[in-house]
């Protein structure tokens, strides 16, 4: 019996012996593990609290997060602000779209009074604007916050074109300020990417800077009293020097600007109404279009004025002044040619352009055909059946209706203002017509902006080309008898706004 128990007693302890090992086995393999865990805590929270601490180490313009990384800092950003163009005096809602607004975000407009901004989220906001001030283009501020609470600026590129209400439109002889393109006709291209526009009912010249400013190049009222004026500029063509020549169009000269308001130069003698003196040996009777070669020559497209018998012609002033019949007969008709053997329609607005040859082309406008007229004066049909209507394809059978305007891009493209079909058209430099704009709805009297064949024009006058060959053409409306309403229209491969 003792022996027995004496067995059993050594049995438990040595159970015991193997439970007391396992248990301390356990404990000290739980203790890395746990120790693991907290001391990976520790030394996140030890990296953490040093990286909080320098914040200053983050490089390469990243910023602090909440977790304690470098990151690129979030950046609010404004992608748009419509309407471009607002009424003076009349509240307008704005819509404003970006990225990463705060939602604290604001407008404000030059000269304009804005409401509190309302739908804000971080993708945009709209906002109630009555615009303010002179009729012209304002800039555009949106923040991150009111000026009181420390906002500051997060986009001041953009402008929005105040115009006087259709009911209430007018020069404003001593401001100068209606910049709304009421009779805005031929545009040409600066070297510095400013479009320059002649106003023919302003009887001036606008300048439309790269960021959309417009300004005054000359707004010396006309008061039909000697050539220090205008009267119905037609056209306008930018020289190798920036000088701008001007188709004044109802004193039948051509006038020469060196800088605002500043007449340098005038080809012809001023007389109104309707008088036309030879100048040199050439009469510049109602010039409708104007283009400017690279040697330095203007050239101009003659339609005649009043009951004169001297239209229809293309003149040529040398670098030197002097000037001669380039190619034209005096008379109306469609003839190709040399000089006076060749004849012309020019009913209306007539642009031109010149290539990197000195070749000129001219939209002939009563015959609905492009010209090409050479150095030497030869007349030749570019495009164009002679035959009112719209029909693309090979360059002799297309068919456009009274165009207005041609420009050429660096590749050789010419573009076509084919008014009376309100589209733009190319001619390739193969000699293939095609239609790239125009067609679209008119919705509420309104043009609308898009793609090709959705976009709409409600007239079309002045075209030009720039650097990018991006194009500009200049788009009006017609009411009542009177225009109230022109823009600048930019077509952007293929898309018009």
Known sequence: MVASMELEKAANEKRDEKYDAAFKLYNERASKIWRSYFISFLEIY????????????????????????????????????????????QATTFTITGQNLPLTSVLSIADATCQTPTNRTATGFTVVCTPGGAAESKVVTVKTDTEANGGVVIDASRVVTVQNSPSSYGWNVSTHAQYQYMQLFGISMGSDGSIYGADIHQHSVHKVAKNGIVSAFFNINSGYVDCAYMLNPYSVAVGRDGEVYVADTGYNIIDKLTGVNSKAQTFGYCKYPYGVISYNGVKFNGPVGIAVGPDGSVYTANAGNGDLIERNYIAKIKPDGSTLILAGSNSTGFANGQGVAASFNFESLSGMTVDQNGNIYVADNGNHVVRKISPDGYVATVAGSGVAGFLDGPASIASFKNPTAVAIDSKGNMYVADSGNLKVRMISANGIVSTIAGGGAIVNNETVDGVGGSASFLALFGMTVDKDDNIYVTDAWRKDGGWYWGKIRKISYGIIK
């Open 46 to 89: 030890d990296d953490y609290y040093f990286r909080v601490a320098d914040a200053s180490a983050c490089t390469n313009g990243t910023e602090l997060d909440l977790v304690g990384v470098c990151s690129p800092p979030v950046i609010a950003s404004v992608s748009g602000v419509s309407p471009a163009v607002a009424n003076l005096s």
